[in-house]
């Protein structure tokens, strides 16, 4: 299928987002990529940045920018969070633990939608909240299915494993005690889009004293049902 629209800097802007989906990539590996100059590269890469449609990394290599999912937001995120947040309601009042919704966006995965625990002690994220995706049980679930060389460059700096990543997927879910708070615990799983990849990690967490050192066994099979109801109405609404 011929791609080109007949806009030419249009055409070029547009390989050079999608050289970028693929993860960060420095001047040249875009040059590569693309098989643009590096001067027209350097400078659709650098007006890009400026509008926030790239940023760059702790390496200071270009990756997709923040506008990039407020645009996906604005597309089809009302979508998923309509489905989740019934979801997630449900999710917290079986098992009496704040539930939250968690996308990836970049170096960070950003609480889209949650449901909070009314009383008591509760492990409180606001929606918008942007947590590192170097430890707890939503990150590695949002890791866990990433193409191999994403998922490695990933895995620099944080707490988990490439073996706890290949257990998430085996078993379908991912727990883990005070990995990115202390005191904290929670349990995550995985929510797929209609094409089957994951967009998404549902959660709940709260203190250690409640869901103990082995969250799993309290809250997998809740946790997993949810992912599972959010995936399945997504895809029924495709």
Same mark, same amino acid.
């Given at each position: 299928m011929d791609n080109h629209s007949g806009v030419g800097v249009l055409d070029k802007t547009v390989t050079v987002l999608n050289a970028l989906e693929a993860g960060p990539a420095s001047l040249a590996q875009l040059v590569t990529a693309t098989g643009l100059a590096r001067p027209t590269a350097h400078r659709i890469a650098v007006a890009l940045e400026r509008h926030r449609l790239l940023t760059r990394d702790g390496q200071g290599r270009f990756i997709l920018g923040p506008r990039i999912a407020e645009l996906a937001t604005a597309a089809s995120e009302d979508r998923l969070l309509a489905i989740a947040q019934p979801v997630l309601t449900h999710l917290r009042d079986a098992t009496g633990e704040s539930a939250q919704l968690y996308r990836r966006q970049g170096d960070s995965r950003i609480c889209v939608a949650a449901a909070e625990r009314a009383t008591g002690l509760r492990d409180t994220v606001p929606v918008g909240a942007a947590l590192? !995706?170097? +430890?707890? #049980?939503?990150? *590695?679930? @949002? @890791?866990?299915?990433?193409?191999? /060389?994403? !998922?490695?460059? +990933?895995?620099? =700096?944080?707490?988990? %494993? +490439?073996? +706890?990543? %290949? *257990?998430v997927r085996r078993r379908g879910w991912a727990a883990t005690v005070a /990995?990115?708070? &202390? =005191?904290?615990? #929670? $349990? #995550?799983? &995985?929510? @797929?889009?209609? %094409? =089957?990849?994951?967009?998404?990690? $549902?959660? $709940?967490s709260g203190p250690i004293e409640r869901l103990t050192r082995s969250p799993g066994r309290l809250h997998a099979v809740a946790v997993v049902a949810a992912g599972e109801r959010i995936s399945s109405t997504l895809r029924r609404s495709a």
């Open positions: 590192p !995706m170097t +430890a707890g #049980s939503a990150a *590695q679930v @949002l @890791l866990a299915w990433e193409e191999p /060389e994403r !998922m490695h460059r +990933a895995l620099r =700096g944080a707490a988990f %494993s +490439a073996t +706890a990543l %290949s *257990q /990995e990115r708070e &202390p =005191g904290v615990a #929670s $349990v #995550s799983a &995985p929510v @797929l889009g209609p %094409s =089957g990849n994951v967009i998404a990690a $549902v959660s $709940v």
